[in-house]
């Protein structure tokens, strides 16, 4: 079992370009968590996916950022017209039963940052 | 929603000595307070947890406590070791959505050797 994946684990992206982070979670997890981490700060919740739904994207800014969990493949966070504010760390994790109490892990993260 | 704030910042030992973190919360709903290690330009790692429905935890050099009258918890790693060196972060959510954690801004831990 490879783990959680991300990928990229570094992405540079000029103001005003589209950023898209993928996330592979373990197999046989179903349950996708994406948080953001600022420099110096603690992780900040964004979205929760399952496949195919979004159960909760209460910590998604309201524009330019979306999230999705498909049948096949990676869930992706994609981030349109990026700006400065948004260069920082994104985790997703992943779990086999809803909740990060219920054995969920981290990816290694992609560091996106906007030049 | 929930607020977790997380002391000191930066804390420096002397390796065999002993380290202690405090975190506290503000939603008195939380019940599951994790501690995440994460070292430079790696992913956060689950080091030990505790739910509410306990006091006290512990896991070899590492243990927590959690005071759910006061709204706080603290991690306590005794005889550190230069690879104790990281980030530690506390965090807290509820049952309700025990998805979506609040962590604290994180701890720098730096062992002397």
């Known amino acids: 079992n490879a783990g959680v994946m991300q990928n990229p684990r570094h992405l540079v992206r000029r103001r005003g370009q589209e950023a898209r982070l993928r996330c592979s979670p373990m197999?046989?997890?179903?349950?996708v968590y994406w948080y953001r981490q600022l420099p110096e700060e603690g992780l900040k919740f964004m979205v929760y996916?399952?496949?195919?739904?979004?159960?909760?994207e209460s910590g998604m800014p309201k524009e330019r950022f979306s999230a999705e969990f498909p049948k096949e493949g990676p869930s992706i966070l994609r981030i349109q017209q990026v700006v400065r504010g948004d260069s920082a760390a994104y985790f997703c994790?992943?779990?086999?039963?809803?909740?990060?109490?219920?054995?969920?892990?981290f990816g290694q993260g992609t560091r996106l940052t906007v030049v | 929603g929930e607020n977790v704030e997380q002391h000191p910042s930066t804390l420096s030992v002397q390796e065999g000595d002993s380290a202690v973190i405090k975190c506290t919360y503000s939603?008195?709903?939380?019940?599951?307070f994790p501690w995440y290690k994460q070292e430079l330009g790696k992913r956060p790692q689950l080091i030990i947890d505790?739910?509410?429905?306990?006091g006290e935890k512990k896991d070899q050099r590492i243990a927590v406590t959690l005071n759910k009258t006061a709204k706080h918890f603290s991690l306590h790693i005794t005889e550190t070791q230069p690879e104790d060196s990281a980030v530690y972060f506390c965090?807290?959510?509820?049952?309700?959505?025990?998805?979506?954690?609040?962590f604290g801004a994180g701890t720098t831990v730096t062992v002397r050797a």
């Open positions: 994790a992943s779990s086999f039963r809803q909740g990060m109490n219920t054995e969920a892990f």
């Open positions: 197999k046989g997890h179903s349950h």
């Open positions: 996916l399952q496949k195919e739904n979004i159960i909760d």
């Open positions: 939603d008195s709903a939380s019940n599951y």
């Open positions: 505790i739910r509410s429905n306990v």
């Open positions: 965090a807290a959510s509820q049952f309700s959505n025990d998805y979506k954690l609040s």
